[in-house]
T-cell receptor
Framework: DTGVSQDPRHKITKRGQNVTFRCDPI?????LYWYRQTLGQGPEFLTY????????KSRLLSDRFSAERPKGSFSTLEIQRTEQGDSAMYLC??????????????FGPGTRLTVT | LAKTTQPISMDSYEGQEVNITCSHN???????ITWYQQFPSQGPRFIIQ???TKVTNEVASLFIPADRKSSTLSLPRVSLSDTAVYYC?????????FGAGTRLTVKP
């Protein structure tokens, strides 16, 4: 396994368009996380899945954002009616977690979104 | 929800030992302390994790005092390639929050 992959790596879109990003986690990992990162800031948590169940969503995740993880494998993050403020790096991470014990997240390279 | 405080930036020179301290006064019993490293245009990379006392791996050491209200990441003999942002996270597997991190610059 080569790690977490994300597609596309870069996306330029016009304001008002919809965009969808894909994340393929490490195959044996049961958790998948989405973060957003803007320049000079740390990653901001958006949401995470345990297998196919979406367990938590940040208030940052407005109604225009939706994430899915069908069959507990890859995940998609869709942003509808994009705004310039959505321009950021979108990071995906995965981990194998059992209960509340220690964990290590493996991050993908990110998708850089630019809304013009 | 434990909150972390780290220095915004630090400078060092090649070959020196670097210690980055993180304060987390409200750490909970179930919380672990985890450090990540991030280079520009890359996702964060796990460095080390600990719960109490001292943890050491091939790249760093993590020192956690008995009250667990702070922790120190120690990088031995840094090189130019260690220039990056270092994040301290406190939480359990259900809760992971990044702060602004510490920007470490290693000079020749």
């Amino acid at each position: 396994d080569t790690g977490v992959s994300q597609d596309p790596r870069h996306k330029i879109t016009k304001r008002g368009q919809n965009v969808t990003f894909r994340c393929d986690p490490i195959s044996e990992h049961n958790r998948l996380y989405w973060y957003r990162q803007t320049l000079g800031q740390g990653p901001e948590f958006l949401t995470y899945f345990q297998n196919e169940a979406q367990l938590e969503k940040s208030r940052l995740l407005s109604d225009r954002f939706s994430a899915e993880r069908p069959k507990g494998s890859f995940s998609t993050l869709e942003i509808q009616r994009t705004e310039q403020g959505d321009s950021a790096m979108y990071l995906c991470a995965s981990s194998y977690t059992s209960g509340r014990s220690s964990y290590e997240q493996y991050f993908g390279p990110g998708t850089r979104l630019t809304v013009t | 929800l434990a909150k972390t405080t780290q220095p915004i930036s630090m400078d060092s020179y090649e070959g020196q030992e670097v210690n980055i301290t993180c304060s987390h006064n409200n750490i909970a019993t179930n919380d672990y302390i985890t450090w990540y490293q991030q280079f520009p245009s890359q996702g964060p990379r796990f460095i080390i994790q600990g719960y109490k006392t001292k943890v050491t791996n091939e790249v760093a050491s993590l020192f956690i005092p008995a009250d667990r209200k702070s922790s120190t990441l120690s990088l031995p003999r840094v090189s130019l390639s260690d220039t990056a942002v270092y994040y301290c996270l406190v939480g359990d597997s259900n809760d992971m929050r990044f702060g602004a991190g510490t920007r470490l610059t290693v000079k020749p």
